[in-house]
Structure formats: C-alpha cells, structure tokens
C-alpha cells in the first residue's frame, strides 16, 4: 500500500463531502423579466424626442435623459417617477420603469420650461 496517496484520497473526499453540503446557487431568470431595454430621451424646446416609446410587458426600460436647452422635468404619473433633466452640459439623468400591466403610460414635463410647457409630453406603450 502508498501511503502517500492517502493525503490526497482524503482530501478528495473532503472536497466531495463539501461540494455536496454547499447548496446550489440560484439560476438566473430567462423569462422577460430579465431583459432591460435602453433608451435614450432628448429634451428640447417643448417636446421629447423620441416621445413615443414601445416596451414589452415586465421588461425593465432604463431612460437616459438629458436635456438640449434648460432645465426640464419628466414626469410619469402612473408610475410615480418625477425627476429633474440637468440643463445643457450639466449631466444626464436615469430612471428606470417597468410595467405588469399592458397599457399606456403619458409621460411630461414637470419643470415650467416656457411658454410651450404644457405640450412637452410623450408616452410609453407596453404591450
């Protein structure tokens, strides 16, 4: 008999014996739950661009927004998001939606911008 294979039988079983008493790691989700959907949205002068958007239900959309002129507002009631587009050069801001329900989500700005305000608005689609 070898014994000095003995150390390394023993040490493989250890290793088997933990290997069985570590339990699985979860799986990561393959369903749409899973899939982010980027977007980029410029505003600018009283409206948004793009200001249609389409999202399959449960996809997470992240919005990058950023601002061409002065300082803006975007604002989706529904889904209680409410934040503030830096001005020209100063930054840009990201949220983050998403939606269950299939349905159409307005979206607007929520900064007094000038005279044209009240028509700076879009909409996000999920279908």
Not at 73 to 84: C, L, M, N, S
Not at 92 to 120: L, N
Request: proline share 6%.
């Amino acid at each position: 008999m070898n014994y000095r294979m003995i150390p390394w039988g023993l040490a493989l079983l250890l290793i088997g014996l933990g290997a069985a008493l570590v339990p699985a790691l979860p799986k990561a989700k393959k369903n749409s739950e899973s899939k982010v959907q980027r977007v980029r949205i410029s505003a600018e002068r009283f409206h948004f661009i793009p200001s249609r958007i389409r999202v399959k239900r449960g996809t997470l959309l992240e919005i990058e927004l950023s601002s061409q002129d002065t300082f803006h507002g975007f604002r989706i009631p529904k889904a209680e998001v409410d934040v503030t587009i830096p001005a020209r050069g100063q930054g840009k801001v990201k949220i983050r939606f998403r939606s269950r329900k299939a349905g159409s989500y307005p979206f607007e700005c929520s900064r007094p911008c000038g005279a044209g305000h009240t028509m700076m608005r879009g909409t996000i689609i999920v279908e």
